[in-house]
């Protein structure tokens, strides 16, 4: 489902992404781990087209971003990527003045340009399926932050993306929040999305993951199933990182 090759990422003269190969299979769930600015963040970015590629290919379903493209190639393709991932990011940035069934098919609108009343009843469905069927008229400001992010999941699902990627999605939660959350990620993963999560929930990384993505200053230092990962780390950077977890 996603490719990379070679990836690099550079920011004026900075790699921050150096070399990366990393693939996802369908249905598989793959978390990233790693120390504050190791560039789990930027490695997102670049599988959902909002950075191009310095060097090296993304791939998502079949459709590719390489430097040697033209401008023009990129464009169509980057737009294409973009459609097909649901990017949920730690700050949910839903439409302060639109409710909550208003922000999950804004898209379903503007994109799709699908009729009002269908537009609707999928949104309903959506709502439904991350637990909010009863909020649906509520504005974001009488929501609280984890049914915030809820809606924020339900808003990403409603262009039928074949990869959901989530950064950091319960960094911004109140603990007694997080739950929540992770439970419709969860729930996710068990109806078989393809998902790639970069999350400090070592709990929730050790049992949803297929596979743990360990990176350390833009390369993937390790990966492996959690059970390796967690219980004998193969480098001295990730058993130094899970120290550090206490
Ligand atoms: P992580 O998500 O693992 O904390 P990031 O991908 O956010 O790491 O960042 C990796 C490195 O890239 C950091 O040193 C960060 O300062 C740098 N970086 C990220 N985005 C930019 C940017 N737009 N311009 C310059 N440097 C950036
Ligand atoms: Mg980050």
Do not use: W
């Amino acid at each position: 489902m996603i490719r990379t090759n070679g990836l690099s990422k550079a920011f004026q003269s900075v790699e921050v992404l150096k070399n990366i190969d990393l693939q996802v299979a369908a249905n598989e769930i793959v978390i990233l781990l790693g120390p504050s600015g190791s560039g789990k963040s930027t490695l997102l970015r670049c599988l959902n087209g909002l950075e191009e590629p310095s060097a090296g290919s993304v791939e998502l379903n079949g459709i590719r971003i390489e430097p040697a493209m033209t401008k023009k190639q990129k464009l169509s393709n980057f737009r294409e990527i973009r459609r097909q991932t649901g990017m949920v990011f730690q700050q949910f940035n839903l439409y302060p003045h639109k409710t909550a069934l208003g922000n999950v098919i804004e898209s379903l609108l503007v994109v799709k340009k699908m009729a009002k009343a269908e537009a609707v009843k999928t949104g309903e469905q959506l709502l439904e399926r991350v637990g909010l069927a009863d909020k649906r008229d509520a504005y974001p400001s009488r929501l609280s932050g984890g049914q915030q992010q809820r809606v924020a999941i339900a808003r990403a699902l409603a262009m039928k993306p074949a990869v959901m990627l989530f950064d950091e999605p319960t960094s911004a939660l109140d603990p007694e929040l997080v739950g929540e959350v992770l439970d419709v990620m969860r729930q996710l993963a068990k109806e078989g999305m393809t998902m790639v999560v970069v999350t400090h929930e070592m709990k929730f990384a050790r049992q949803a993951a297929n596979r743990i993505v360990f990176m350390d200053g833009g390369v993937i230092v390790e990966e492996g199933s959690p059970e390796r990962f967690f219980t004998e780390p193969q480098t001295e950077r990730a058993r130094k990182f899970l120290n550090q977890l206490g």
